[in-house]
């Protein structure tokens, strides 16, 4: 069983910072990419970032320059440094890490919300 625990949301003012983590524990043999997701109402959902193991990462045009991922793999912890917030950053970021068990599986968190507003 593995468990993606999410943390960090919350309200913050436009222009603003927050820092999202995620940790993943349970019993695997690695933890592979991690990544984070987020869903605003009335919109897909969409990749916000990613990041290897090796440290690789991706970002969604939208967020590049402004959101910084991060990883501690001795922790399984995955961070998302969020900075000059906008107003249509905001939606529930989900956390996924790419697990290996007996085979490789996504495994999700339960999402935390993140609202940007004055």
């Known amino acids: 069983q593995v468990q993606v625990v999410e943390s960090g949301g919350g309200l913050v003012q436009p222009g603003g910072s927050l820092k999202l983590s995620c940790a993943a524990s349970g019993s695997f043999f690695r933890i592979d990419t991690m990544g984070w997701y987020r869903q605003a109402p009335g919109k897909q959902r969409e990749l916000v970032a990613l990041i290897t193991r090796g440290g690789s990462t991706n970002y969604a045009d939208s967020v590049s320059g402004r959101f910084t991922i991060s990883r501690d793999n001795a922790k399984n912890t995955v961070y998302l440094q969020m900075n000059s917030l906008k107003p249509e950053d905001t939606a529930v970021y989900s956390c996924?890490?790419?697990?290996?068990?007996?085979?490789?599986?996504?495994?999700w968190g339960q999402g935390t919300q993140v609202t940007v507003s004055s």
């Open positions: 996924y890490a790419v697990a290996v068990v007996q085979s490789i599986k996504d495994y």
